[in-house]
């Protein structure tokens, strides 16, 4: 089956989605959108983060797109249950913070969540840590700032590891587990780990959310034959050649 999946986030964040959405379906073709211009989500109006989705996957389906990925945990948040609403035959997969794995693989542990401001204010996570709360005791921690400083690359930088500490370090070795509830914390995961110490253990969505698009692909007969080779390609709405070259270096960076 012909036709490609878009891939969108506020930014760079989402690139770390695609890379297990690559790892679990390497013949499909995935065209990725970042809007770092309008990044980011997670400190905008919920008005705002549904108008930006909504015209982003728009555009995919009026390009072709057999599929769309929300690859961003603020715009799922917001947006995946209207979108779907509108759009009842495209499969629309999104990612939510990973507490669910988290809880299962260390019941009783001590779980940070970290995620933006809007994740973590909306019902669809009070409903997640309501569900598996019983199982773990859930810390939640806003991030403001953390994805917008991510954005801008040099992530080996002093600062953002001062950053990192200020949001993580009163829990430096006292947790269990650390749920990386925005698509941008992955390409820092090294640097949380830092400030945490050695025991903790990290889960993000992106694998779950890999596994969704191809239950859900399958579902619709929209496979790609497995004979080709997929290919993957990049645009932003900072529309310049920078900005490309940074998300083809984080699509490449070890995490
Ligand atoms: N990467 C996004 C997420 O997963 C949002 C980051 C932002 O733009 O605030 O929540």
Same mark, same amino acid.
């Given at each position: 089956?012909?036709? *490609?999946?878009?891939? *969108?986030?506020?930014?760079?964040?989402?690139?770390?989605?695609?890379?297990? !959405?690559?790892? #679990?379906?390497?013949? #499909?073709?995935?065209?990725?959108?970042?809007?770092?211009?309008?990044?980011?989500?997670? #400190?905008?109006?919920?008005?705002? @983060?549904?108008?930006?989705?909504?015209? $982003?996957?728009?555009?995919?389906?009026?390009?072709?797109?057999?599929? $769309? +990925?929300?690859?961003?945990?603020?715009?799922?948040? %917001?947006?995946?249950?209207?979108?779907?609403?509108?759009?009842?035959? %495209?499969?629309?997969?999104?990612?939510?913070?990973?507490?669910?794995? &988290?809880?299962?693989?260390?019941?009783?542990?001590? +779980?940070? %969540?970290?995620?933006?401001? @809007?994740?973590?204010?909306?019902?669809?996570?009070?409903?997640?840590?309501? /569900?598996?709360?019983?199982?773990?005791?859930?810390?939640?921690?806003?991030?403001?700032? !953390?994805?917008?400083?991510?954005?801008?690359?040099? !992530?080996?930088?002093?600062?953002?590891?001062?950053? $990192?500490?200020?949001?993580?370090?009163?829990?430096?070795? &006292?947790?269990?587990? @650390? %749920?990386?509830?925005?698509?941008?914390?992955?390409? +820092?995961?090294?640097?949380? /780990?830092?400030?945490?110490?050695?025991?903790?253990?990290?889960?993000?969505?992106?694998?779950?959310?890999?596994?969704?698009?191809?239950?859900?692909?399958?579902?619709?007969?929209? !496979?790609?034959?497995?004979?080709?080779?997929?290919?993957?390609? *990049? &645009?932003?709405?900072?529309?310049?050649?920078?900005?490309?070259?940074?998300?083809?270096?984080?699509?490449? $960076?070890?995490?």
């Amino acid at each position: 089956m012909d036709g *490609f999946v878009g891939v *969108f986030d506020s930014g760079v964040g989402g690139i770390s989605v695609l890379r297990s !959405l690559v790892a #679990e379906l390497p013949h #499909e073709d995935f065209r990725f959108f970042g809007d770092s211009a309008n990044a980011p989500y997670g #400190e905008k109006t919920e008005d705002e @983060v549904f108008a930006l989705s909504r015209s $982003i996957a728009e555009r995919f389906l009026a390009d072709g797109a057999k599929a $769309i +990925v929300i690859a961003c945990n603020t715009a799922t948040s %917001v947006a995946a249950a209207r979108l779907r609403a509108a759009h009842p035959a %495209v499969p629309i997969v999104g990612i939510e913070p990973a507490l669910k794995p &988290a809880a299962r693989a260390l019941p009783h542990g001590r +779980v940070l %969540v970290m995620a933006t401001e @809007v994740t973590l204010r909306l019902e669809k996570y009070h409903e997640l840590a309501r /569900a598996w709360g019983g199982e773990c005791e859930v810390i939640s921690v806003p991030c403001p700032g !953390l994805a917008a400083r991510i954005e801008r690359g040099d !992530l080996g930088a002093p600062d953002l590891s001062e950053m $990192i500490r200020g949001f993580v370090g009163p829990y430096a070795g &006292a947790v269990d587990a @650390v %749920v990386l509830g925005c698509t941008h914390y992955p390409f +820092v995961r090294r640097q949380i /780990a830092d400030v945490l110490g050695p025991e903790a253990r990290f889960f993000d969505g992106g694998a779950g959310t890999a596994r969704q698009l191809r239950a859900r692909l399958a579902e619709e007969g929209l !496979l790609a034959r497995e004979a080709r080779p997929g290919h993957v390609t *990049f &645009a932003s709405s900072l529309d310049t050649p920078e900005e490309i070259a940074l998300y083809e270096r984080f699509f490449s $960076i070890p995490l």
